[in-house]
C-alpha cells in the first residue's frame, strides 16, 4: 500500500493508503480523485413520533427537507415505550377498555396501527427515507415477536422503494432492515442494535449481532478494503456497548483501527444530541441526534477532503409548539 496525502492543512496531512499495484502516476490520479470527491448530505432524525402533537407535527418536519439530500434515516424508537392512550382510543370501541388505558396511561400492547400509521406520513418525504428499529419499535412490546413483525410489515425493507434513487440500496438477506449505500465515496452503513434493560432471548439476540457484524464485515472488504470510499457512516439505534455488544465493539474498533479511514456512529436512542469517543478505534466519532420531539432532522454532511470530514447542522423545531 502507498501512503498519499489527500488533503494538507497546515502542516496536517491527512493520508490514505492507496493499493499498492499503482504507479506513482496512477496513485497521483487517485489522490486527486479523492480529494475532489463531491460532499454527501444526509437527514438523520430518531426518537419520535411519541405524542399526539409529534404526530401532528411529524408531516410539517418532513415538508422542510432539502429535497436535494440525498436522504434522510429514522434511526428507530417510532413510538414511546408503550402504545400511548389517543392511539388505543382510535382502535378499541369498547368503552370500558378506553376508560382503563387512560387509567393506566399507557399499555405495553402494541398494535399495527401506529406502524402503518407512520410508513404513511413517512413516504410524503420528499427526501428518500430509510429506517432502523429500535427497542420501542418492538422489542418493549409485551409480544416483541408480534412487534417486530408489525415493524416490518409496514417500515422494513420496502419503505425507501417509494422514491427512485441514484444509488442502489444494498439489503442483508437473512436480515433485511439491515441495509448498506454507497454514495460519493462515502460508505453507509444501516444495522439492527437496541438498548435493552433486560435481554428477553439471548440467543436471538447473539444472532443479530453477529448478523450485524457479517453485514459489517462484508461491506467493509467490498467497499473500504479496496479503496473505494474515503468514510464509513454506521446509522443505528442505540451504541453497542460492551455490556450488550462485546463482540461487535471489539469487531469495529479492530476494523476501523485496521483501515484508518474516518468512521461515523450515528445513533437515537438517548434523545438529546451529543458526541464522543467510546470506542477504542478513536477515528470512531459517535453521534447522537436529538429526539423528533425536540429538534428537526440533523443534517449531516460528508466531505472526505476535509480533515474532519463530518459536519453536522442542529435544526430548530419547527411547527405548532
Known amino acids: 500500500m502507498k501512503l498519499i496525502c489527500f488533503a494538507v492543512f497546515v502542516g496536517y496531512c491527512l493520508s ?3 493499493p499498492s499495484d499503482l504507479s506513482d502516476s496512477e496513485a497521483a490520479v487517485e489522490s486527486n480523485r479523492r480529494l475532489n470527491a463531491k460532499p454527501v448530505q444526509f ?11 409529534e404526530k401532528k407535527n411529524l408531516p410539517v418536519q418532513l415538508a422542510n427537507l432539502d429535497p436535494t439530500v440525498e436522504f434522510a434515516v429514522h434511526l428507530g424508537d417510532m413510538q414511546d415505550r408503550y402504545v400511548t392512550v389517543d392511539e388505543l382510543s382510535s382502535i378499541f370501541l369498547n368503552t370500558t377498555q378506553i376508560i382503563i388505558s387512560q387509567a393506566f396511561q399507557r ?18 418525504s420528499k427526501v428518500p427515507m430509510l429506517i432502523t428499529p429500535g427497542d420501542n419499535c418492538y422489542y418493549d412490546c409485551a409480544n416483541w415477536k408480534e412487534g417486530f413483525q408489525y415493524w416490518s410489515d409496514a417500515l422494513g425493507q420496502t419503505l425507501d422503494s417509494n422514491w427512485e ?20 465515496r462515502v460508505l453507509f452503513i444501516g444495522i439492527h442494535t ?8 439471548q440467543k436471538h439476540w447473539n444472532t443479530i449481532e453477529n448478523q450485524n457484524i457479517n453485514w ?43 483501515l484508518g479511514l474516518p468512521f461515523l ?9 451529543y458526541q464522543d469517543t467510546p470506542f477504542r478505534a478513536k477515528n470512531i466519532l459517535r453521534t447522537i441526534v436529538d429526539r423528533g420531539g425536540i429538534a428537526d ?11 474532519n470530514p463530518f459536519i453536522f447542522k442542529q435544526r430548530s423545531l419547527s411547527g405548532d409548539y
Open 16 to 18: 490514505q493508503e492507496i
Open 43 to 53: 437527514y438523520a432524525m430518531g426518537d419520535a413520533p411519541y405524542s399526539y402533537t
Open 107 to 124: 399499555t405495553s400492547t402494541c398494535v399495527p396501527e401506529p406502524y402503518w400509521n407512520l410508513a404513511n406520513t413517512l413516504k410524503k
Open 165 to 184: 434513487t441514484k444509488y442502489n440500496v444494498r439489503r442483508q438477506p437473512v436480515r433485511p432492515e439491515n441495509f448498506a449505500i454507497t454514495r460519493n
Open 194 to 201: 437496541l438498548f435493552a434493560r433486560k435481554i428477553k432471548d
Open 216 to 258: 459489517t464485515n462484508n461491506q467493509l472488504k467490498n467497499f473500504a478494503y479496496n479503496g473505494k470510499v474515503d468514510a464509513v457512516v454506521i446509522l443505528t439505534h442505540s451504541y453497542t456497548r460492551k455490556t450488550l455488544y462485546k463482540k461487535f465493539w471489539e469487531f469495529l474498533s479492530d476494523e476501523a483501527e485496521t
Open 265 to 273: 456512529y450515528l445513533q437515537g436512542d438517548a434523545h438529546r444530541f
Open 297 to 307: 432532522p440533523l443534517l449531516v454532511t460528508v466531505d472526505s477532503s476535509k480533515k
